[in-house]
C-alpha cells in the first residue's frame, strides 16, 4: 500500500504523500531487517520535507535516521541526528517528541551496549493513517 501511495504521490506531484511514503516504507524495510533501503528512504523522506519545509516531518525523519545508526550501532552518527531531530521538535513546540529525542540522546550509551542489529528502531518513527497521506504520532 506504502508503494502505491508513493506512486499516485509522484504522479500526483503531491510531496506531501511522497514524504509520508517514504518515511513509511523506511519503518517497512527496517522491520524487514534492511537497515541500508530502511536509511535510504529515511534520508529521501528527510529531503522531500526539507524541500516542503515541513519541520516536523523533518524531525520525524532524523529520528527515523538515527534509529537506524544505533541498530548498525554507530553512535557519534545517532548523537547527531538525535540531536538534530530534538533541535527542530523543540523549535516547533513538539513538546513529546522534544522529550523522547531528549530521552533516546541522553541514554544513547546505554541503548548501544544493549541494542542489537535485530531489534525494531527506538525512534519517533510515524505511521501512516492507511491512505499514504495523513500521519500521526505513536505518542499522541
Do not use: C
Amino acid at each position: 500500500a506504502y508503494r502505491e501511495a508513493l506512486s499516485y504521490g509522484e504522479r500526483a506531484g503531491h510531496l506531501e504523500t511522497v514524504a509520508n511514503s517514504q518515511n513509511n516504507l523506511g519503518l517497512v524495510y527496517q522491520a524487514l531487517g534492511d537497515p541500508v533501503t530502511a536509511q535510504a528512504m529515511f534520508e529521501d523522506a528527510l529531503e522531500t520535507n526539507e524541500r516542503l519545509g515541513r519541520l516536523e516531518g523533518m524531525a520525524t525523519a532524523y529520528g527515523n535516521i538515527a534509529g537506524v545508526y544505533l541498530q548498525q550501532r554507530e553512535g557519534q552518527r545517532a548523537r547527531d541526528a538525535f540531536k538534530k531531530g530534538a533541535e527542530i521538535a523543540s523549535r516547533i513546540g513538539w513538546t513529546k517528541g522534544a522529550a523522547l529525542f531528549q530521552q533516546f540522546h541522553s541514554k544513547l550509551d546505554m541503548l548501544l551496549a544493549t541494542t542489537h542489529a535485530s531489534e525494531p528502531n527506538p525512534s519517533v518513527a510515524r505511521e501512516d493513517s492507511g491512505d499514504g497521506t495523513n500521519e500521526r504520532r505513536r505518542d499522541d
